[in-house]
């Protein structure tokens, strides 16, 4: 079962091409990382998705509507971008969410309490929005997004300008989302994140799809050819080394690519200095990104 | 439906439930009828500053006649041992002009007039002498005191019985009437006075009503889908309704808002009529107008608000735009005065059919008995509605993109171009 099928989406805004022949599929009930570079088109695509943008070329099918706007009662949206009416009390910005996605006035507002009393947010009912602290308000704005029930939910960098704190009450929101059957889109320019959160990926580079898959097939198919490793005199001393394709210095370690049979490296690691740590591991969702879409992506993604 | 319902529904409670509503709906009136009451109050009561003047008396027979004046005037401008107006306090002076001037500039007396030798006997100037170009009341009470003086010692000069003048004096009074008209049992009914209320305030009234209602509400749009946008709001609520239904339910929100007030009003002025007993002079067809156009209004002028509010990106620039809109908004009054004057001239009939002025232009002339033809009215309802419909349609194209894009507020050539994107 397929909760978001595109196929061949382009969206044009002037001489720029935001989107280009874009196609892909997210299963229902998975958690689907939707990654890329800032201004790569992921937020142009989730918009495209939720027919909030109309695709220049392409057919969108939405929990298996493709007429505009059919599905969207029954998918909850989190821009990226996200603000609350300040004059409003908490309760009725709720209420009015939850009653525009077609929720009866009386549901809408037992939702709310229910997910007030589960954020720990009850007592903030009653108070406008803009006397809480901004932690609430996301808190509150991430309410907004699930309160109707929704059976695919769209978080649009989910986790930019979280606190820790948020941080947790999002990741479990999405883990427990995931628990009852909802569907999970969320895009993010953290791969790490991506990586530890999703059950598949795709990858979006200047509008093109360059890579998706579940994360175990993506990472099988590069092999395991990264060594982490940590030694004296960190990346300067790996520099006299043969058979390094790649080095990336992360602080407290370093990760190298490399041909050499991962003994025989060791080896000569240990001519240079002591070696503190040495790990074969497959290579970061970062590392997959940067080989594919070669080095000049390299700054764009650690934007 | 059911949405732009919601949508409408949480527009109306957001505005309604505000302090700042339920000022306004006392502050209108307030503005309307109490800046007339308050200015004529505050002429009266605030300035009791004494005002000393020179008489240079010409004829050397009037000075006595304006002491007496003045003295009655004084007397009078205390009510209860308080004073409530300024006593004037005439002296008697010689005709050094240079030297009174000096004393106006010095502040001992206010003002200095002189009248000529032959004053009653001709019919010349007297002058008035000030630094306060601006304060008329004490030339107006000399003017007067002088004329009615002047006159007498005429009438008395001349040997006549003042009684007898006063009588050959007496002005025919001009009543205004509307037409006779033949009943139906074939006898003619007697033509009605013309009602001043009926012909000057109340149409004045309504559409200045309309005017202030509409002043007051559609801007607000502007700023409420402005904030919408800065404020980020816009995204997450398109994702639940188009942003067609978004912009109706906002328009149909503030018409109830404003519909709630011109309720209050209207229901105010109905009960003030039946009370004293003025109500025939209101036909209950003008209420209906009154909202029918009402809504016409705030439909076009809304829809424009709401379209510069969304394609603005910051309040000046909001405001900026807000003023060509004001203008058609302020139209109709400035032609109000020859509408009124001749509501079935040529003039007349073609600006109340312009679509955006004809809601308020419309109201005036049926206002107006006997009201315009009825080709006039459907002409100028049909043709509103149909402007009404089109600048729906262009505001809410305008409305869809402006409401997502962000940076630099388009110009109107852009948003022309909005309009027929796809």
Redesign the interface.
Known sequence: MTAIRLEGVSKRFGAHQAVDDLSMVVERGSIFGFIGPNGSGKSTTLRMI?H???ADAGVIEVLGESGR?AA??R?G???E????????TVRRVLA??G????MSARRAGEAADRWLAKLELSEWSKKKVETLSKGMQQKVQFI?TVIADPELVILDEPFSGLDPVNLEVLREVILELRRKGTTVIFSTHDMTKAQEMSDSICMIFRGQKVLDGTIDEIQASYGADTVRLRIDGGLKSLGSLDGIDAMRDFGQFQEVRTERDPQELLRALLDIGAVHHFEVTQPSLHDIFVRIAGPAAEELARG | MDKIFRVARNEYLNVVRTKAFLFSVFLMPVLMFGAIGVQAYLQDKVDVDDRTFAVVDGTGALFTSIERAARARNEAATKDGKQTRSYFTPVRADGDTAALSDQVRKGKIFAYIRIPQDAIERTGEIAYHSQSPTYRDLAKWIQQVLVSEIRKQRIAAAGLDPALVRRLNERPMLRSYGLAERTESGGVKKAQRVNQAQTYMIPVAAMFLLFMLVMTSAPLLLNNVLEEKMQRIAEILVSSVSPFELFLGKLVGMVFVSWTLSILYLGGVAFLAHRFGFSSAIPPSLYAWFLFFQLLALFIFGSIFSAFGAAASEIRDAQSMMMPAMILVMMPMFVMGPVLNNPNSGFAVAVSLIPFATPFLLLLRIAIPPGPATWEIVAGVAGSMAFTLMIVWVASRIFRVGILAQGQTPSFRKMLAWVVSK
């Not at chain 1, 971008?81 to 409003?88: A, F, W």
């Open positions: 939720l909030i943008l109309h706007r969207n009662d998918v949206y989190l821009p971008e996200r603000g609350l009416y300040r004059k409003m009015y969410y009653g525009l996605k077609g907004a």
